[in-house]
């Protein structure tokens, strides 16, 4: 839903045309609305013990105190330049998100509370990256810093990337500390760190 003309109106995402622009805004809705009914069908399917545990957190994640209240600060932002607005944004939109889909996987996965805390933690950071590599990739895209809510367009190119590498070693901190099972959040952190698309 992020790209649409209501949200933020992006008619490309990374060189390719938006959903929206390819199939009408229509189809583009009821495929974002279809996937997030599907995630949940998946849960329901689970032998896990905990799936309402899940279900239950990504729910809240991803409901009116979680992302969608992210996605309602992006837009009602206009062309206010807090830092405090922006790290409160970028996290309920993006870092939840993230967070939320690493912690289903430990939770059905049945991890002990001590390594869901690290994960969890790993995950805040890791989703603070996405979105702050996701401004820059955006930048780099349209030539110019918006006038919308940015990581680049509130302290500049150099120290956005400053800040992405803090959080791509706090993450990886907590990946760390969650044990060897888990290293492959590490790669992700990397992946993240350093996409081009």
Known sequence: HDDLPCMDDDDFRRGKPSSHKVFGEGVATLAGDGLFAFAFEVFTRSR?????????????????????AGQEMDIR??????????RKTHFHKTALFITGSIRAG????N?????????????????????????????????TE????????????????????????RANHYFEKAGKDFKVLNHFTRFVLHRKR
């Open 48 to 68: 896990s013990e905990r799936k309402i545990e899940v279900i239950q957190d990504i729910a809240g994640i991803t409901g009116p105190k979680g992302v969608v």
């Open 77 to 86: 932002s206009g062309k206010e330049r807090s830092p405090a607005l922006l």
């Open 106 to 109: 430990a939770i059905i996965a």
């Open 111 to 143: 991890v002990p509370e001590p390594i869901l805390d690290h994960l969890t933690r790993g995950g805040k950071c890791l989703g603070m990256l996405f979105q702050i590599t996701d401004d820059l990739l955006d930048l780099d895209e349209k030539g």
């Open 146 to 169: 918006e006038e919308r809510l940015t990581y680049p367009s509130i302290y500049g190119v150099e120290s956005t990337r400053f800040r992405a590498k803090g959080y791509a070693t």
